[in-house]
């Protein structure tokens, strides 16, 4: 299950925006194919859960997509549907490199206010050197990168870079106060959940919707602050 899906003419859309009674109705009058799943694009069914949560579902309740690429294109899905929500057109897997040559890829870019963002998604297991590198690769090309990841990637993450910090910065002693996350100010990492309520999970046990975090970013209201990154 998913709260995003495309629409048959391709439009990303998240079932999170519909007041209950618009979705029943949609329901109602969506007929097979109007919508398709973001892992595989086979047919999306209209569902509400028992607790009133709106998503869609395989029609078999079978995919056989790999569990990996399945987080990977709905958290794309739920990026570019939120952005579209918020009147910005967004593209997935753009093309550019660094004014050094290097080459990168983002899943989800787009521009807006003389600013480039993009948006990484990484489910699997990535050296920190790795998420630097990139990262510095994005910044050399005048790109803001932010992302997200599962939260199995980001606690192991998490560890590496509290390691470094308190190494770096405490010589080897947790300070009284703590360290937030332990995320450095220069890698922007929150988690995202993809089944159920897309939610970006950020901070110390704090969330929003995936549209409330971009528009943080926007607004310039997602900061570092006192070791984590955070909205307000």
């Known amino acids: 299950m998913t709260q ?3 629409t048959r003419d391709g439009l990303p859309v998240n079932a999170a925006t519909y007041l209950s009674v618009d979705w029943e109705i949609l329901k109602q009058a969506a007929q097979l194919g109007d919508f398709v799943m973001p892992c595989c694009k086979a047919p999306a069914v209209l569902k509400t ?3 009133g949560l709106p998503f869609f579902a395989h029609l078999s309740d079978e995919c056989a997509t790999a569990p990996e690429t399945i987080w990977h294109r709905s958290g794309k899905t739920a990026v570019l549907a939120a952005l579209n929500e918020l009147g910005i057109e967004g593209s997935d897997e753009v093309q550019g490199q660094s004014s050094n040559g290097d080459k990168w890829k983002a899943d989800v ?6 600013r480039t963002i993009a948006i990484e998604l990484q489910r699997s297991y990535q050296h920190l050197r790795d998420f630097t590198l990139r990262q510095d690769r994005y910044k050399d090309s005048s790109v803001e990168c932010y992302w997200l990841v599962r939260q199995e990637t980001f606690i192991t993450l998490g560890k590496a870079t509290s390691r470094q910090l308190i190494t770096r910065e405490f010589d080897n002693v947790m300070p009284p106060q703590g360290i937030g996350t332990g995320m450095p100010p220069n890698l922007p990492v929150a988690m995202l959940n993809t089944e159920g309520e897309q939610l970006v999970h950020f901070g110390l046990l704090k969330s929003a919707t995936v549209q409330a975090w971009l528009a943080g970013i926007l607004n310039n209201n997602y900061q ?9």
Not at 224 to 232: F, H
């Open 4 to 6: 995003s899906a495309w």
């Open 49 to 51: 859960s028992i607790n």
């Open 109 to 114: 870019l787009f521009s807006v206010g003389g």
């Open 224 to 232: 570092y602050r006192d070791g984590s990154w955070n909205l307000g």
